[in-house]
């Protein structure tokens, strides 16, 4: 008998995690600042500004907040790591994508720095709608 083979579908998701992680040249020190990482600090953030923001009303609250986010934003690697970015999943996907294995390394750094910089300019704004 034959085992099946399991069958992954690749998304948007899973590029982004993958862009860079072919490459051996990119030194171990930018792990965190990968495109994916980068999204999800942002998409972490977001939630952790307007509590602080618009509806956290006492200090005592938004300590309370800021915690949790905090704690969402150290921990939200494992669970995405342990469930859905595999080692065998990683191998299926630079078999199907080849060619995304081997991305320049002028390349990589400019997608984070240009995330980071517009959710900068971003809450920038919004501070300065505020005050």
Known sequence: MSAKKRTYKFNW????YYIGKGCDKLP????????????I?????????FCV????K???QKIICMTFWIAAILFY???????????EREQ?????????RQLSLKVI????????????AILWFLIYLLR
């Open 13 to 16: 998701l899973d590029h982004l």
């Open 28 to 39: 171990y020190d930018w792990t965190l600042l990968t495109p994916f990482h980068v999204v």
């Open 41 to 49: 600090f942002s998409i972490l953030m977001w939630p952790l500004m």
């Open 53 to 56: 923001i618009f509806r956290a």
């Open 58 to 60: 006492s200090d005592e």
């Open 77 to 87: 690697q494992w669970p995405l790591e342990k469930y859905r970015f595999t080692p």
């Open 92 to 100: 299926e996907y630079f078999r199907r994508y080849p060619q995304r």
């Open 109 to 120: 750094p400019w997608l984070p720095i240009t995330i980071l910089l517009g959710n900068i």
